[in-house]
C-alpha cells in the first residue's frame, strides 16, 4: 500500500468541472490526492466518492489538490462522458474529475494500467516531490485518510 | 401518504431479472411493494434500492411481490435500458424491474405520471385487493417499511 | 424465537417514569413490547435502546405499550436505581422502566428467569391475548420489529 | 479549538488499566491524547469511545500516548470508580484511563477547570513539546481526528 516511486504523468482522455487541465508536473509543491472510481460500482458511489467528498471538504485552503480519475475498465458502452456528467452534476461533485484514457488494445484504461490499479475504488496520495506515496485498493477509513494527509500537509509546511 | 384507490396498471416498456411479465391484476392475493427509482439518484442508489434489497431478502417465501420501477424523467439518453443492466448486475439486484414506459410529449414516463409520483426515489404499497395503501416520496424509515408491509400480510392470513 | 405460551407476570421491584405500576393482565387487548436491558451492556445502551425509543415514536397513539425491563444480572453494585436513573434522564427515555426483581439465591433476577431470558439485549412481544409471541435476544432489524408489531397491531383491528 | 499553551499537569485521584501512573511530563517526546468522558454521557459512550478505540487501534506502534480521563462533573454518587470499573470492562477499553480528581467546592472535578473544559466529550491533543494545540468540544470526525494526529506525528519524525 505504500510506495515510493515518482507518479507517472496521468493520462487523460477529457476533464470536466475544470477550465484547465491539470497536470501532476504543475502541482508540484502541493499533494496530489486521486480517487479513481467508475460511476456502476457500489463500493465507490455509496463510500468511496462520499468520502472524496469529506476529504474536499475538509483541506480546503490547503495546498491539497483533489482529482477524480473515472477508469472504466468494464461496461464502457454505459459509462461514457454523458454518463459521467450526470453523475457529476446528480451527486454534487465539485473537484475536478479526469477520464482515465482508453486504451485500443486492452479493456484497461492507460492510467490505471501505468499505476498497475487493481480495481475501483482506488485511493492514490502523491506528495510534495511528485512521489506516490499511497496507492489502496478497496475501503479505507476516514481516520486513516486523515493521518495520511495531515503528515504529508505537515512536511509542506 | 396513505391512499385508497385502486392502483392502476403499471406501463412497462420492458421487464428485466423476470422470465414473465408481471401485472398488478395477476398479482391480486398477495401484497405488491413497488421501489421507484432512477440509477443516478443518490437517494436511490444508496439508501432506497439497498433498503429495497432488504424488504426482498426479509419477505422472502411471503405472498409478496417487490418490482423495481425504473421512472426515468431526466437525463434520458444516459439513463437507458443498457445503463440499467449493468446497474442491475452491480448492485446485486434479483428482484423484477420494469422500466416505465416513456410518454411522448411529456418527459415524465407513464406510470409516473399515472400514479403523480413526486420523484424518486418512491415507495407504493398496493395490498391483495389492489387498492394503492401507501405513495411515499423520499426516505421511509426501515421501521415504517416493516410494520406497513406486516399489517397488509397480517390481513391476508 | 417465536414463542406461543401465555406471558407470565412480570416481577417488578420497582416502576419508573410511571404513576401507576403496569401489569400484563391490565394490558391485555394491547400489544406490549419489551426492551430488557443492562446499563452498562454497550448492545443494548448504543443500538438496542434508540431502537426502543425509535419504537415508542413509532407507535405512538396506537394500542401497544412499550416497557423496559431493566433486568441486571452482573455488576449489581454498580447498576443500581439510582444509577438506572441517571441513565433514564441522559438518554432522554420517557416510556415506563421496570426494574426487574432481584433474587435471593441466584443471580438472575426473577423476570429473567421465569422469560428464560439469554441475556441482554433481549426484545419480547406480547399479542392482545397475553400470549408471548416473540423473545429475541441479540440485535434484531427495525424492519423485523416493524414486521411484526404491524402484524400484531393488524390482528387488533 | 486550536491552542497553543503549555498543557498543565492532569490532576488525578486514581490510574486505571495502567501499572504505572502517567504523567505529561514523562510523555515529553510523544503525542498525547485525552479523551475526556463520563459514563453515562450518550455522545460519549456512543460516539467518542468507540472513536478513541479506532485512535488506539490505529496509531499503535506510533509515538502517541492515548490517555482516557473520567471528568465527573455531576450524578457523582453513580459515576463512582466501581462503576467506571464495570464501564471499562464492558466496552472493552484498553488504553490507560485517569479519574479526574473531584474538587472540594465545586462540583467541576480539577483537571476539567485547569483546561477550561467546556463538557463531555472532549478531545485534547498535546504535542510533542507539551504544548496543548486541540481542546475540542463534542464530536469531531474521524478524518479530523486523522488529519490533526497525522501532523503532530509528522512534526515527530
Redesign the interface.
Known amino acids: 500500500m505504500r510506495e515510493n516511486v515518482q507518479a507517472p504523468p496521468l493520462e487523460v482522455s477529457d476533464w470536466l468541472n475544470t477550465k484547465d487541465d491539470l497536470s501532476l508536473s504543475a502541482l508540484k509543491g502541493k499533494v496530489v490526492v486521486i480517487h479513481a472510481f467508475q460511476?456502476?460500482?457500489?463500493a465507490c458511489?455509496?463510500h468511496a466518492t462520499?468520502q472524496a467528498k469529506?476529504?474536499h471538504e475538509?483541506?480546503k485552503g490547503q495546498p491539497l489538490q483533489l482529482i477524480g480519475l473515472h477508469t472504466v475498465f468494464e461496461?464502457h458502452?454505459?459509462?461514457?462522458k454523458?454518463?459521467l456528467e450526470?453523475?457529476i452534476h446528480?451527486?454534487g461533485i465539485s473537484f475536478p474529475v479526469a477520464i482515465d484514457k482508453p486504451s485500443k488494445k486492452n479493456s484497461l484504461p492507460m492510467t490505471m494500467k501505468k499505476y498497475q490499479l487493481r480495481g475501483t475504488p482506488s485511493l492514490l496520495a502523491i506528495d510534495q516531490y511528485g512521489k506516490l506515496v499511497i496507492n489502496h485498493f478497496g475501503q479505507i477509513?476516514?481516520?486513516?485518510?486523515?493521518?495520511?494527509?495531515?503528515?504529508?500537509?505537515?512536511?509542506i509546511d
Chains 1, 2, 3, 4 share one sequence.
Not at 460511476?39 to 457500489?42: S, V
Not at 458502452?77 to 461514457?80: L, P, T, Y
Request: glycine share 6%; proline share 5%; charged share 15%.
Open positions: 460511476i456502476f460500482c457500489p458511489v455509496c462520499p469529506k476529504i475538509q483541506f461496461h458502452d454505459v459509462m461514457n454523458a454518463a450526470t453523475f446528480e451527486y477509513s476516514d481516520m486513516q485518510i486523515g493521518q495520511i494527509l495531515g503528515h504529508l500537509l505537515a512536511d
